[in-house]
Structure formats: structure tokens, C-alpha cells
T-cell receptor, first 113, second 112 residues
Framework: DVKVTQSSRYLVKRTGEKVFLECVQD?????MFWYRQDPGLGLRLIYF???????EKGDIPEGYSVSREKKERFSLILESASTNQTSMYLC????????????FGPGTRLTVT | RKEVEQDPGPFNVPEGATVAFNCTYS??????FFWYRQDCRKEPKLLMS???SGNEDGRFTAQLNRASQYISLLIRDSKLSDSATYLC?????????????FGQGTELSVKP
């Protein structure tokens, strides 16, 4: 069974803290994605990566960075967390060429106080 | 204008009802289209693809109208378990790295 896991389901951080969200997939997928999901705004793409050490900005990259040192792992970094980054963060992966088969992790609900 | 737009609902329907959702997209060169389903506090999962000729999977029918740039999802004989948010998904023409564009979702609540 395909599996995308995220390091935490719930996270509470203070303003200004550095936050790491980890995502691991066991399907040998080339593509990995980070989204945030907010009421009324839907899923918005933050960053994605189509290969190890490759990264591309999505629609809302400001305030975030990413790291893809290994194929199975894609990390999202909030350098200095702010309250407007309180959100649900979803990681996804897909195999190259299989656009429709994007598999999601369970999500991390981050609260920044 | 958003690239993909959906009526957020909620759609409240009784069991057994037929319900339809529409989704419009702005880029006429968009390549492919899908419907995802997201249960409350869960991750999105692929429900079905949308083909030009229309396609059916049990009680679910998806259709694409390229001329008017919209896709639809029809659910017949609604079940309580159909309650979820339905996300319209578009593959952009400039697709790179498997990127998808998601609509904000349409919430469906099926009542007994």
C-alpha cells in the first residue's frame, strides 16, 4: 500500500521560531509537493520538487523554503514562523509521468501563537 | 480570476438524491481534469479522472465541456458516506513536475 507520512499531525510553535515539517514517501516517487489548505482558499502550492536537490516555487513560496536531499524525503522550513502561517500543511508525491496519481500525507495542523 | 473555481456549498441533500457539482477553469489550454474527494480532517484522494467523452464509475459521472471550460460531477442515489468535500483539479498547460491546480472544494452533506 502506498504511503506518505508527515512527521507530526499537530504542532504548536511560537512566532519567530524556526519550524521543520518533514514528509517521507515510500513509493520511490520523483515528484513531491507541499501545500497549505485554508478555509475558503482551498489547496495552495508552496513548493514542489521533481528530483533530488531540485526545487521549484509554487504559488505562495514567501516565508518558506524546502530541502530535498534524498528522494524519499521533502522538508518544508518556516525560517521565522508567523501567525499567518497557521494552517493545515499537506505533503504529496507522484511518479514522473503519472500526474493524476498524486498521493497525500495525513497533514500537519500547525498553529503559530 | 482564479484558475479553478467551484461553488463552495455546502450542498445539503437527503439520502437517495441526485446532486451535481460544476467547476470552471480559466486556461483553455489545460490538459487534464480530475475530481478528488476529501473527508473531514483527512487528506484528499483521487476520486476519478474526467475524460472528454465523459466517464462513469458506479453512481458517479464526470463530464468535461471544453467549449465552456467547465467540468461536472454527478452523484446519483446519494449515500451518507458520500458526505465529503469534492475538489476539482486541473493539470495546467504549462505543467512541470506533475503540478496540479486545485479548486477550493465543494462541500456535500447527505442527510438521512
Amino acid at each position: 500500500d502506498v504511503k506518505v507520512t508527515q512527521s507530526s499531525r499537530y504542532l504548536v510553535k511560537r512566532t519567530g521560531e524556526k519550524v521543520f515539517l518533514e514528509c517521507v514517501q515510500d513509493m520511490d516517487h520523483e515528484n513531491m509537493f507541499w501545500y497549505r489548505q485554508d478555509p475558503g482558499l482551498g489547496l495552495r502550492l508552496i513548493y514542489f520538487s521533481y528530483d533530488v536537490k531540485m526545487k521549484e516555487k509554487g504559488d505562495i513560496p514567501e516565508g518558506y523554503s524546502v530541502s530535498r536531499e534524498k528522494k524519499e524525503r521533502f522538508s518544508l522550513i518556516l525560517e521565522s514562523a508567523s501567525t499567518n502561517q497557521t494552517s493545515m500543511y499537506l505533503c504529496a508525491s507522484s511518479a514522473r509521468g503519472q500526474v493524476l496519481s498524486q498521493y497525500f500525507g495525513p497533514g500537519t495542523r500547525l498553529t503559530v501563537t | 480570476r482564479k484558475e479553478v473555481e467551484q461553488d463552495p456549498g455546502p450542498f445539503n441533500v437527503p439520502e437517495g438524491a441526485t446532486v451535481a457539482f460544476n467547476c470552471t477553469y480559466s486556461n483553455s489550454a489545460s490538459q487534464s481534469f480530475f475530481w478528488y474527494r476529501q473527508d473531514c480532517r483527512k487528506e484528499p484522494k483521487l476520486l476519478m479522472s474526467v475524460y472528454s467523452s465523459g466517464n462513469e464509475d458506479g453512481r458517479f459521472t464526470a463530464q468535461l465541456n471544453r467549449a465552456s471550460q467547465y467540468i461536472s460531477l454527478l452523484i446519483r442515489d446519494s449515500k451518507l458516506s458520500d458526505s465529503a468535500t469534492y475538489l476539482c483539479v486541473v493539470v495546467p498547460s504549462y505543467n512541470q513536475g506533475g503540478k496540479l491546480i486545485f479548486g477550493q472544494g465543494t462541500e456535500l452533506s447527505v442527510k438521512p
